[in-house]
């Protein structure tokens, strides 16, 4: 999926612990900074997206192709 695709508020799934987990998109990143208690080494030309659990309220970053909308 394009990082372009994904935005604040879209709902997407990944897999996490061999489950799938469905949430929010929170926010892109796109430059190095802590998020989700790690240091994301999120850049322009490869950005992550902070997401929320819909099941926990915990917040995951991850790149876009380990996102998919629904």
Same mark, same amino acid.
Request: without cysteine; glycine residues 10%; proline residues 4%.
């Given at each position: ?7 604040? !508020?879209?709902?997407?799934?990944? /897999?996490?612990? !061999?489950?799938?987990?469905? !949430?929010?998109?929170?926010?892109? &990143?796109?430059k /190095? ?10 850049? $322009?030309?490869? $950005?992550q997206? /902070? ?13 876009? !192709?380990? &996102?998919? /909308?629904?």
């Amino acid at each position: 999926m394009a990082d372009k695709d994904l935005k604040k !508020g879209d709902h997407v799934t990944w /897999r996490s612990h !061999g489950e799938n987990v469905h !949430g929010t998109v929170e926010q892109k &990143l796109t430059k /190095r900074t802590e998020a989700a208690g790690r240091t994301v080494a999120a850049s $322009p030309d490869d $950005p992550q997206y /902070r997401v929320r659990s819909d099941k926990t309220g915990k917040d995951a970053v991850h790149k876009p !192709g380990a &996102l998919k /909308r629904g």
